[in-house]
């Protein structure tokens, strides 16, 4: 299912559908106990629901990923109408709640990275109802993190977009990684 990298609090979500925890925690640790990595640099990267992962999963730890970027995420979910249903499934009604999952919530609250980049599609089907990334543009503005939004024309929200600007994404990550 749809998991938002929510902490679900919900039956009957909440016994499995902890999501945030296993993509900062469980994961993680499975990856450093079999790989000899370097736990101090780490960098999250998603698409679509998993670019909006790796937005919260950078701003509610600040300083855990030294790079954060995204291709196409949800960036408001708790205000589009086909996130809202999930979120009320997996946290509940009362909608205060939802705000520590939602990324431009959570840098209005004072939420920060350094930087994020995002790319977005300028032909995807679901940027107007629910990715909205100039929602993401307008409240890293006002909080003064530096967004690098490029909207790619022609693009939609598929294999092929991820696939033409990954290495982008990459270089992204490596210049933050090395620092």
Same mark, same amino acid.
């Given at each position: 299912?749809?998991?938002?990298?929510?902490?679900? @609090?919900?039956?009957?979500?909440?016994?499995?559908?902890?999501?945030?925890?296993?993509? @900062?925690?469980?994961?993680?640790?499975?990856?450093?106990?079999?790989?000899?990595?370097?736990?101090?640099?780490?960098?999250?990267?998603?698409?679509?629901?998993?670019?909006?992962?790796?937005?919260?999963?950078?701003?509610?730890?600040?300083?855990?990923?030294?790079?954060?970027?995204?291709?196409?995420?949800?960036?408001?979910?708790? @205000?589009?109408?086909?996130?809202?249903?999930?979120?009320?499934?997996?946290?509940?009604?009362?909608?205060?709640?939802? *705000?520590?999952?939602?990324?431009?919530?959570?840098?209005?609250?004072?939420?920060?990275?350094?930087?994020?980049?995002?790319? *977005?599609?300028?032909?995807?089907?679901?940027?107007?109802?629910?990715?909205?990334?100039?929602?993401?543009?307008?409240?890293?503005?006002?909080?003064?993190?530096?967004?690098?939004?490029?909207?790619?024309?022609?693009?939609?929200?598929?294999?092929?977009?991820?696939?033409?600007?990954?290495?982008?994404?990459?270089?992204?990550?490596?210049?933050?990684?090395?620092?």
């Amino acid at each position: 299912g749809a998991g938002f990298y929510v902490n679900a @609090t919900e039956a009957p979500y909440a016994a499995n559908f902890q999501m945030y925890s296993y993509v @900062t925690d469980e994961l993680p640790r499975l990856v450093f106990s079999k790989f000899p990595l370097d736990e101090a640099r780490q960098g999250i990267t998603g698409h679509s629901m998993g670019g909006h992962g790796a937005l919260i999963c950078a701003l509610k730890q600040p300083g855990k990923y030294l790079s954060c970027s995204a291709f196409a995420p949800i960036t408001q979910p708790t @205000t589009a109408d086909w996130s809202r249903r999930a979120f009320a499934a997996y946290l509940g009604g009362d909608e205060r709640c939802w *705000q520590e999952w939602d990324a431009v919530a959570l840098i209005q609250q004072g939420a920060r990275v350094n930087d994020i980049l995002v790319d *977005q599609g300028d032909a995807d089907s679901f940027l107007q109802e629910g990715l909205r990334p100039w929602l993401l543009e307008e409240a890293c503005k006002e909080s003064g993190i530096a967004l690098t939004l490029r909207m790619q024309p022609g693009y939609s929200h598929s294999y092929l977009f991820v696939s033409t600007f990954m290495e982008d994404h990459i270089r992204w990550a490596a210049e933050r990684l090395r620092r």
